[in-house]
């Protein structure tokens, strides 16, 4: 069967170290992922998108690599602050426009 | 810009009842659609459409209908609320064609009892 799974649900890291989050899934073959932020009350707001041929991709503290072999993509915060404290979402992208999200992994930056 | 725009953001029905939550945006963006989000879930499409006239069913569309008549409004309509479908509602809209990120609505936060 199809599925998405991004790694244990909350991770809690200390200010200014690098945090890691993974999005694995299994039976699907996605043209792009992308990496959402989601807030309390709020509705996603987009971060990353990386594309199947790509390898990494970066926008100044964020990373995000892309492996269709492994079926895995990581994203990293650097130098995270306690305003990273969100829930990450990844999201499959597929030609037809659809996508398929995971279910979150929420972040908790301390000071 | 407005981007995109969603009424109500609260919204309490009675088993039966019928329903539409509004959802517009003003970026010309031919790509809209519907999810719901449960809690400690992530999202599940319901329906899309790539342009006016145009729908399709995503992975959750029993109890709902949709139509696109205009490129800015994409309502969703419940024909008859069941308590399963308690959950937030957000709408989402995107450039048509592949690779392009969904800008999302507020939110709509339905309860049924």
New interface residues.
């Given amino acids: 069967s199809q599925k998405i799974e991004q790694n244990s649900e909350a991770l809690n890291i200390q200010e200014g170290k690098t945090a890691t989050l993974t999005c694995n899934y299994t039976n699907y073959s996605p043209a792009y992922l992308q990496w959402y932020r989601q807030d309390p009350g709020r509705g996603p707001v987009f971060l990353l998108l990386i594309r199947e041929n790509e390898k990494e991709k970066r926008k100044e503290r964020l990373k995000v690599t892309f492996d269709t072999t492994l079926k895995q993509s990581l994203f990293h915060i650097t130098a995270s602050q306690p305003a990273d404290s969100a829930t990450y979402l990844c999201a499959l992208g597929f030609n037809a426009g659809k996508s398929t999200f995971g279910d979150g992994t929420t972040l908790t930056v301390k000071p | 810009n407005a981007g ?1 725009t969603q009424t109500p953001k609260f919204q309490v029905l009675k088993t039966g009842q019928s329903m539409t939550l509004q959802c517009a945006q003003d970026m010309n963006h031919e ?1 809209m ?1 519907w ?1 719901r989000q449960d809690p ?6 319901i329906h ?1 459409s ?1 342009g006016a006239g145009i729908t399709d069913q ?2 959750v569309p029993n109890g709902y209908n949709v139509s696109r008549s205009t490129t800015e409004d994409f309502p969703l309509r419940l024909l008859s609320a069941a308590p399963s479908q308690t959950s937030v509602y ?1 709408c ?1 809209s ?1 450039k ?4 392009y ?7 709509t936060r339905l309860t049924v009892t």
């Fill in positions: 995109v790509y659609s999810y400690g879930m992530g999202l599940r499409l899309y790539v995503g992975e957000f989402a995107s048509t064609g592949v690779h990120e969904q800008y999302f609505g507020p939110g």
